[in-house]
């Protein structure tokens, strides 16, 4: 890849810093989805509090690997490229391992119907990449998924997530009928089938102060549905009078929303922003923890009972000539990087080089990560979607 010797460049440039000052605590990251649960107190309330709640597990783990993972299902063309596991940490900026089975049209045929997707692992020595995403292509269905886990377990939450909630979509009977209550159902269900996976001493993690976001783009037809709970944004660039413009279509769930904030508090839930720190957080009241920056996740035990919900805002759009492309992607690009900049530069290649599209966007989110917090960059999820290729 064109970006590979700037990345290497940056990376030592990083390391060398952090010799220099020592790697900062990563409980003190201010941009973290949810807090990090310190002392042996703190974990003891939390299990508690979940056991009360509903049990969800038995106790707070950890799981230091996880199956790279990221899956592109072509149902029809029995195409499945799929993450391997990988046994060594990735680096930073290293792509998610995927392999391919099935008939003879890959990446590179996607790319030609107008999609492309990126996945790179950030720069969090201590964390396997916790993004993934899916992208089911079944008769004349699409299907765009992008998951940010979080937490301890975030991998393992977003690993389970991305591959089940679009099953659940697909294999519903009402699919052609009600996409829009198919949908809404799906991600209320997937959040009970981890609460109950999690259950399971076998499993190996558990969701008590871990979960992730579900963003999911269908297009049937010349309808384009979205369901989405938390940040990872989706966003549609539209063509008018001869330029881009970025149409937001989701709103990032976070705990200082009005309607939001007020659920939470009627739950018994607290929003507040700790000293020093950058977002709002959803805290046991008078507690500093779970400490969870979004109001809607899948998983998050302890915070789905302090009013954070897993119901998802589901937003239905009929697809128009102005519909450029459309973009999905986790924070780890919309930290730094506005929608209306996105949308420009994805612009720039998308018509017909939507993967150099997606890698440029992706370099630009890495690059201003360094720029504003020096030792850290979160992990990178890239989904883009020309439109007119796609649809025709």
């Known amino acids: 890849m064109g ?9 030592t440039e990083v390391r060398s810093k952090s010799e220099l000052r020592g790697t900062r605590d990563p409980t003190q990251r201010q941009r973290l989805s949810v807090l990090s649960v310190t002392g042996e ?21 950890t799981k ?6 990221g899956t592109v299902l072509l149902l029809g063309h029995k195409l499945v490229i799929q ?3 990988e046994p060594e940490q990735q680096d930073g900026f290293e792509d998610k391992k995927t392999s391919m089975t099935g008939d003879t049209i890959g990446e590179d045929v996607l790319a030609r119907s107008g999609l492309a997707f990126i996945c790179k692992k950030g720069l969090k020595p201590e964390s396997p990449n916790q993004d993934d995403f899916c992208v089911v292509l079944e008769r004349a269905n699409i299907l765009l998924g992008v998951f940010d886990g979080h937490g301890p377990c975030g991998h393992d939450v977003s ?3 991305h591959a089940l909630l679009p099953k659940l979509i697909l294999s519903n009977p009402d699919f052609e009928v009600c996409l829009s209550d198919v949908m809404k159902a799906a991600f209320l269900e997937a959040h009970e089938h981890l609460v109950a996976h999690c259950e399971h001493p076998e499993t190996g993690f558990d969701c008590i102060i871990s979960g992730t976001t579900a963003s999911l783009a269908v297009f049937r037809g010349k309808k384009l549905l979205v369901a989405h709970v938390g940040d990872s944004r989706v966003v549609l660039a539209k063509r008018r009078n001869d330029a881009l413009v970025a149409v937001p279509i989701t ?7 009005p309607a939001e904030k007020t659920r939470i508090e009627e739950h018994g839930g607290e929003v507040k922003q700790m000293p020093f720190d950058i977002p709002y957080r959803v805290f046991i009241k008078n507690k500093d923890f779970p400490g969870l920056a979004m109001s809607r996740t899948i998983g998050d035990s302890v915070a789905h009972g302090l009013g954070v919900s897993s119901e998802p805002q589901v937003t239905e759009i009929d697809v128009s000539e102005e519909d450029e492309f459309l973009l ?3 924070d780890g690009v919309w930290e730094f990087i506005t929608s209306e900049e996105a949308v420009e530069l994805v612009g720039k290649h998308v018509q017909t080089h939507p993967k150099q599209a997606a890698e440029k966007l992706a370099q630009l989110a890495w690059t201003r990560w360094l720029k504003n917090e020096d030792e850290v960059v979160d992990d990178i999820t890239v989904i883009v979607a020309y439109i007119p290729k796609l649809l025709v």
């Open 3 to 11: 970006i590979c010797v700037h990345k290497e460049q940056k990376l």
């Open 41 to 61: 107190e703190s974990k003891k309330v939390l299990n508690v509090y979940a056991k009360q709640t509903r049990g969800f597990a038995s106790g707070i783990t």
């Open 64 to 69: 230091e690997e996880k199956d790279e993972q």
């Open 83 to 85: 993450g391997m596991h």
């Open 159 to 161: 690993n389970f997530i």
């Open 251 to 257: 709103t990032d769930h976070k705990p200082t929303l």
């Open 328 to 330: 999905l992607c986790s």
